[in-house]
């Protein structure tokens, strides 16, 4: 089947990484602008969860697909990896990057750190089973709330340590993002040759909105403009 052939082939690899990795992308912007509905006070931001939570089924087939695409990423990932160690088990004496980015040497040990702040994330808002600003003594929502999502977001930036985790988190993916974003077009053979082509325009642009739509609501928190 085509599909195994895809699985076994390096560029097929690639490829699987590419459009998960895309996948992925359209999540995260489409999260953004959710959450950056906080902006907008309690009642729209709540709103805006409980329709989700009511898509009950298409909500879990979401989760599910989102799911499949992260597993698919990782697995690719360190497949590629192992490929390429097994290609090269000596490592380089002397190695000066020419032309390569701080956003493509940080690839593997960040899409790593990345994993270790999704799992975290999900078990701090999702689930509420880490949450470690609940018992801070002026936490205005001091407990994790199933439905209160606005409140779960105020609650958790008061605390210091975690608003400069999810900042540090942002910068990881920002970098992520940059480097994916325009090398997935490539891989997919959808790029034209040029010194600053247009999708790594895009990817630039799309960066730095991810980082900065992120980044903005833990700031915001923590500084008291929304509460
Ligand atoms: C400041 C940044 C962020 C905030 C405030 C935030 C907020 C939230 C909240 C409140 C939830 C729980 C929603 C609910 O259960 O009703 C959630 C879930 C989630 N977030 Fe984030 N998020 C942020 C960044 C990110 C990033 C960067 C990623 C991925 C790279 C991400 C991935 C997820 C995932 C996978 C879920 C679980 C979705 C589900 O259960 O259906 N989040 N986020």
């Known amino acids: 089947m085509w599909v195994l052939t895809l699985y076994r082939l390096t560029i ?102 990345l994993l270790v702040f999704i799992v975290f994330h999900i078990l701090h808002f999702t689930t509420g089973t880490v949450f470690p600003s609940a018992s801070t003594p002026d936490a205005i929502y001091p407990v994790w709330s199933a439905t209160d999502v606005y409140g779960n977001i105020i609650s958790a930036f008061r605390t210091p340590w975690v608003v400069a985790a999810y900042v540090v988190a942002m910068l990881f993916l920002m970098l992520h993002l940059f480097h994916g974003a325009w090398s997935s077009v490539r891989t997919l053979g959808l790029a034209r040759s040029s010194n600053f082509p247009l999708h790594r325009r895009v990817a630039t642009v799309i960066a730095l909105v991810v980082w900065l739509g992120f980044s903005v609501i833990p700031v915001a928190v923590f500084l008291g403009v929304i509460r």
């Open 12 to 113: 097929g690899k690639k490829a699987i990484m590419a459009v998960t990795g895309l996948l992925l992308v359209g999540f995260v912007i489409g999260h953004m602008a959710g959450n950056l509905q906080v902006f907008l006070g309690a009642a729209k931001m709540n709103a805006y969860a409980s329709f989700l939570k009511s898509l009950g089924e298409l909500l879990w087939l979401a989760r599910i697909g989102l799911f499949v695409a992260l597993v698919l990423h990782v697995l690719m990932a360190w497949q590629l990896t192992r490929l390429k160690q097994n290609a090269r088990p000596v490592a380089y004496q002397s190695r000066a990057p020419q032309v390569s980015t701080v956003a493509s040497r940080t690839m593997r040990w960040g899409g790593v750190l």
